[in-house]
């Protein structure tokens, strides 16, 4: 007891010791603070509690106390805290930690794993946060947002040519017209036309009926002149030669009848285009006129076109092409005159036949072709054998099967044509983002600040996922300021150059990441001022590269950028005829890309030509029982492009000197397997 009298002392003199004046005037602020601070604040130490209690100095204080206690009912309820504290702040009644163990609660784990979620929520918040801190403010703009412009109260129309059958074929002119059309309205064969260069809001409309018949030039008309009058800009894309062709004539009369104007976008003319890729000048020698007939024309007197000096060209004349040569022999002309048919033309299909007026029908019936096509009489046809320069690409007419990501290869279909041939593409590895953005985030954002002194790129995907993320926190180009850049392969650092950015370091020799590490400066603390390296990646581990970057005195941020999953099968058709032989060649560029072939598709035909990136790829065809035709030791798929065409050349050459119409190995499914190359 003696103890506690000097505790109880002390704390009631306190405040009576802040007023030295007159004690009587302290005493009732006092007793007024202390009742109605009582209920809030009476419990913050055991000298409070204790103070009415037990301390004899502390009487006159205690008295007014007790008045507001009576008076008032709400004092009671302060009074029972006071009492119910006591033995919980008391040091008796609390000897050890034992004592608070039951106030612990448990917690279940999916308590914990949503406490995670709401982390992981708020390190993204204040990551976001952060980097757009470091960035002016992008203005805001709805994804579908466009700015307005004017539009006339009448819209115009356009009649514009597809061409002779190759897109690329298509006028300059037409194809700007297609890119800013409301409205495209094309004749059915003109539909991949179309497609190919239609703006991202135009609306393509193939003018056939219900029944799936060509439209009358009047109902063609009426939809133009509607889309126009409601300030739609429309383009009418014509799938006949308007050289040879009146029926754009008889469209355009109707629509100068309605008062809408219109244009017309001419282009390469059927006439011109396919004589031109089939190698035959349509004048020389003694030749200096040409006629231009039509075969469906029931009119034609055929004696009147014996006359040799005069080149014929006759339009949907293939399928009569025998009757035609023996009346043309019958008017006069010399059986030795040379004759082409040419179907298909401008296209990967196109496919002539040559002979004289007097062996045609046996060179017909041995070519097994069929279908329109245009033939064209007269000396110049001799000319071809030197000057045909489409037909005898190395890869001419071949297709493809090229097993990608789910994001294409640019140019690698460009540089197949280059060759004649026709890429198929087969996604076989889908491209999805990471399971836990997080990462990703974390390094975007010390990107921006300032953490990192280089950024390593080992995959046009890497490039892309970065770039993607860059677009989601409205981040360009600028964001890389300051940042050295390295990137493995030529088709990585083209995808940076399309952002806008140019990489510091290529490798020189292989494109690998063994050759980055060889050619990576050491980390040196006099100039390099950070030593830190952002690698974002797949989700397939390098360690190799980080444990040679790690050697040269860097450190390293191994991030998953992206992650790789095997794609969904192809549709039926493609399958068959993968496992059938009906594309001439594949193109396999990297062991992923074969596993996942096989796994979602099966095994290529035998006949079908392999061709195959590196060592480790042929390794794994061989490994799936596939026999490699043509190796490429550069990591580059427009090497192993060229290389298959090398392959194709010694093909073509080969059919070539045994008389054969073609060297396509789905065309010859019954022939050997060519060696290696």
């Known amino acids: ?44 130490t055991k000298s409070t509690v204790k103070a009415p209690v037990k301390a004899g100095p502390a009487k006159p204080v205690a008295k007014p106390v007790a ?48 406490a995670a979620a709401a982390v992981e929520t708020v390190v993204v918040n204040e990551t976001a946060a952060a980097i757009a801190s470091l960035l002016p403010t992008p203005p805001r703009r709805s994804d579908d947002a466009e700015p307005e412009r004017y539009r006339p109260s009448l819209g115009t129309v356009a009649l514009a040519a597809a061409g002779p059958g190759d897109p690329e074929l298509v006028s300059v002119r037409t194809a700007t017209l297609l890119g800013a059309a409301d409205v495209i309205l094309a004749d059915a064969s003109t539909l991949p036309v179309a497609e190919r260069f239609a703006g991202r809001r135009s609306l393509i409309r ?128 010399r059986d030795d005159t040379p004759v082409a048919i040419t179907r298909d033309g401008t296209t990967v299909e196109q496919r ?147 952002f806008g950015v140019r990489a510091d370091l290529i490798p020189s020799g292989d494109q690998s990441t063994a050759s980055l590490v060889d050619e990576f400066p050491e980390f040196d603390d006099i100039v390099d001022p950070i030593n830190r390296v952002f690698l974002p990646r797949a ?11 790690s050697e040269l005195g860097w450190e390293v941020d191994d991030v998953t950028a992206y992650r790789t999953v095997r794609a969904a099968p192809p549709p039926v058709e493609t399958r068959e005829a993968i496992k059938s032989g009906g594309f001439d060649a594949v193109l396999f560029t990297s062991s992923s890309t074969v596993r996942n072939l096989v796994g979602i598709a099966g095994k290529p035909h035998q006949t079908t030509v392999v061709a195959c990136i590196g060592p480790q790829t042929s390794k794994t065809a061989e490994e799936h029982g596939l026999r490699v035709d043509v190796r490429s030791e550069t990591s580059n798929v427009f090497a192993l492009v060229d290389a298959l065409a090398e392959h194709g050349e010694k093909l073509r050459l080969a059919a070539a000197d045994s008389g054969e119409y073609t060297w396509r190995p789905s065309r010859r499914r019954g022939a050997a397997r060519r060696r290696t190359t």
């Open 67 to 114: 008045k507001p206690v009576a008076a008032k009912p709400a004092a009671k309820p302060a009074a029972k805290p006071v009492a119910k504290s006591v033995p919980a702040k008391a040091p008796d009644k609390v000897p050890n930690k034992a004592a608070v163990k039951p106030a612990v609660v448990p917690v279940t784990m999916a308590e914990v794993e949503a």
């Open 539 to 549: 989700d397939i581990a390098t360690e190799g590269l980080v444990a040679g970057l």
């Open 206 to 333: 193939s003018l056939v009926d219900a029944d799936g018949l060509t439209l009358e030039p009047a109902a063609r008309v009426k939809l133009a002149v509607e889309s126009a009058r409601a300030s739609r800009d429309v383009v009418r894309l014509l799938g006949t030669d308007p050289t040879t062709d009146s029926s754009w004539a008889a469209e355009a009369a109707l629509l100068t009848k309605a008062k809408v104007p219109f244009e017309f976008s001419p282009g390469v003319s059927l006439i011109s285009g396919v004589t031109s890729h089939a190698g035959i000048p349509l004048t020389g020698g003694r030749a200096r006129e040409v006629r231009i007939l039509d075969a469906d024309d029931t009119t034609i007197v055929w004696a009147d076109h014996g006359d040799s000096r005069v080149n014929l060209v006759i339009l949907n004349g293939a399928d009569r092409a025998v009757e035609i040569a023996r009346a043309l022999v019958d008017a006069g002309r």
């Open 1 to 44: 007891m003696s103890t506690r009298t000097p505790k109880t002392s002390t704390t009631v003199s306190r405040p009576a010791a802040s007023s030295k004046s007159a004690p009587k005037s302290s005493a009732k602020p006092a007793v007024k603070s202390t009742a109605a601070k009582t209920p809030a604040k009476a419990i913050p």
């Open 352 to 498: 002539t036949v040559t002979a004289t007026l007097a062996d045609l029908a046996v060179v017909v019936k041995a070519s097994r072709q069929s279908g329109p096509g245009v033939m064209v009489v007269g000396e110049t046809v001799g000319k071809r054998s030197t000057l045909s320069w489409f037909e005898t690409k190395p890869l001419f007419g071949w297709r493809v099967l090229v097993p990608r990501t789910k994001e294409s290869q640019t140019g690698l279909a460009d540089h197949l044509r280059r060759y004649g041939a026709v890429a198929v593409e087969v996604p076989t590895i889908s491209v999805e983002p990471p399971r836990t953005p997080q990462q990703m985030e974390r390094a975007v954002h010390g990107l921006v600040s300032g953490r990192y002194q280089w950024i390593i790129f080992t995959s046009v995907n890497a490039v892309r996922a970065l770039r993607e993320k860059f677009e989601e926190y409205g981040l360009d180009s600028r964001a890389y300021s300051g940042l050295r850049i390295a990137a493995v392969g030529l088709d990585t650092a083209d995808a940076l150059e399309q």
